[in-house]
């Protein structure tokens, strides 16, 4: 199994940064694609950026030029740096990441608790 462990949330205010790091930990043969999803009362959760096993990333448009992920292989922790926050970011920020147990396994999937961001007007 794989946990995913998040830090660096916090209380901002608006136009202030902060920057996420979520660590993986356990037992697993390879981690695949790693990702920050975040989650509102009364929404659906929903993706902010990812960063691909291959190298890739992607953002909700939302996020796009002020959001940076970024992943560190050799530590197993992936991170989102964010500027210009707003108002409407304030949310509980989740790690996600993909896994394989064994070359044979098939592939599972973990999500840390969340870490909340708070951006004040």
């Known amino acids: 199994q794989v946990q995913l462990v998040e830090s660096g949330g916090g209380l901002v205010q608006a136009g202030g940064s902060l920057k996420l790091s979520c660590a993986a930990s356990?037992?697993?043969?390879?981690?695949?694609?790693m990702a920050w999803y975040r989650q509102t009362p009364g929404k659906q959760r929903e993706l902010v950026a990812k960063?691909?096993?291959?190298?890739?990333?992607n953002y909700l448009d939302a996020v796009k030029g002020r959001f940076t992920i970024s992943r560190d292989n050799a530590k197993n922790t992936v991170y989102l740096e964010m500027n210009s926050l707003i108002p409407e970011d304030t949310a509980v920020y989740l790690c996600?990441?993909?896994?394989?147990?064994?070359?044979?396994?098939?592939?599972?999937?973990?999500w840390g608790q969340g870490t909340q961001v708070t951006v004040s007007a």
């Open positions: 996600y990441a993909d896994f394989i147990m064994s070359p044979i396994s098939p592939e599972s999937i973990s």
């Open positions: 356990g037992s697993f043969f390879s981690i695949g694609d």
């Open positions: 960063f691909t096993s291959s190298g890739r990333t």
